[in-house]
């Protein structure tokens, strides 16, 4: 849709310029439709518009999200909302999986590639935090893969880099300091999110498993069933799955909540843009990055299946939840239909299965 915009109708860029800036918002962290739009807007009319670009994209999603929380929120406890939510969790499950399904063809390019991806989801349930696994994902395929020049330099610093991951997960950066179990507080969701909009790195489901290690198990702010609600509404609302961010920061502070995660989870995609158009040069012609790249994608990877076991398990609760996942599984893979559309039908579903 950007590029039919920007290029074939409106002119403001070439094809080819417009492919490099695509390829400058899948380098960095974060949200890589936000971030293409900042891109957009940076290069069409300097640091005004990266504002107003990446401002106005998210915008209309963070409202819908939002008034979707609020509905929840008053209204997700009666059983009418009860029996919509048995029919939409087992539609997510299955998304979350035929995502998984087809990144993973991307992905996995090889025996190294799969080992990384299972030993990210094996670390992942034996309670890691997913940041060091996402390094450590390219550091062992930049050590073991790249160019030798840096295969020599970081096979020492691998080789210690394992060890030391429980003193990473400890200080994840920005939320490190926060008490496990501690009760709300507006700084902490805002560093948390700040945290994760700052080294989220892969596909938008990868967010999965970093709300489930900060929220529900660190902070004990959500249910596993109230994060699947979550990620079903950031699915069905259109804009970036990052909104699911929205969602989280209402359920958890309500209307200030909201707004403070989803400024602190877009802030870092407004400070990376602009840098990585100044290196995106140097960084596309370089083997060790694209290396590196592809250990962090598999670990996401990794962690994309562990999270979906894990959401599994509270989302598919019986027989009927069970094959209607499995419905919903075969139509994306065979049909290629909208996810939105799946998950009415799983609500429409919902009431029916219910209703005897």
């Known amino acids: 849709m950007m590029r039919r915009e920007v290029v074939e109708r409106r002119g403001w860029l070439s094809a080819q310029e417009f492919l490099d800036l695509f390829g400058a918002a899948n380098l960095i962290p974060g949200p890589s439709s936000t ?47 009860g029996r ?8 997510i499950i299955a998304i979350v999986t035929a995502a998984l399904w087809s990144l993973g063809r991307t992905a996995i390019k090889g025996p190294l590639f799969a080992a990384l991806a299972l030993a990210a989801l094996a670390l992942f349930l034996a309670g890691l935090n997913p940041l060091p696994l996402l390094l450590g994902g390219g550091l062992l395929a930049l050590a073991l893969r790249g160019p030798r020049p840096c295969q ?23 939320g490190a300091g926060v008490a496990h179990a501690a009760g709300y507080s507006p700084l902490t969701l805002f560093l948390t999110f700040l945290k994760i909009g700052a080294v989220l790195y892969g596909s938008g489901y990868v ?23 979550a990620v079903a509404v950031g699915q069905f609302t259109p804009g970036p799955v990052f909104t699911t961010a929205t969602f989280v920061g209402y359920l958890t502070g309500g209307f200030g909540g909201a707004l403070l995660a989803t400024v602190a989870i877009f802030l870092p995609a407004f400070v990376y843009s602009p840098l990585i158009v100044q290196v995106l ?34 989302a598919l609760v019986d027989l009927p939840a069970a094959l209607l996942a499995a419905l919903a599984l075969v139509v994306l893979l065979r049909l290629k239909l909208n996810s939105a559309w799946l998950v009415l039908g799983g609500a429409a579903a919902g009431l029916v299965l219910k209703a005897f």
């Open 152 to 174: 020599q330099r970081l096979s020492g610093a691998t080789r210690s880099f394992w060890p030391a991951l429980p003193l990473a997960s400890a200080a994840s950066l920005l």
């Open 281 to 314: 040069p140097l960084a596309r012609r370089s083997p060790a990055v694209r290396t590196a790249l592809d250990g962090v994608n598999a670990a996401a990877l990794g962690l994309m299946a562990a999270v979906t076991w894990q959401l599994g398990r509270a």
């Open 84 to 91: 919509l939510l048995y029919g939409v969790k087992p539609v």
């Open 207 to 229: 967010l999965l498993a970093f709300l489930r290690d900060d929220f529900v198990t660190r902070l004990h702010w959500l249910s596993n069933q109230q994060l699947i609600d």
């Open 35 to 81: 971030e293409l739009a900042i891109l957009l807007g940076y290069r069409r009319a300097g640091r005004t518009a990266l504002l107003l670009g990446g401002a106005l994209f998210i915008l209309p999603a963070m409202l819908l999200v939002l008034a979707f929380a609020w509905a929840y929120v008053r209204f997700g406890g009666t059983p009418a909302a």
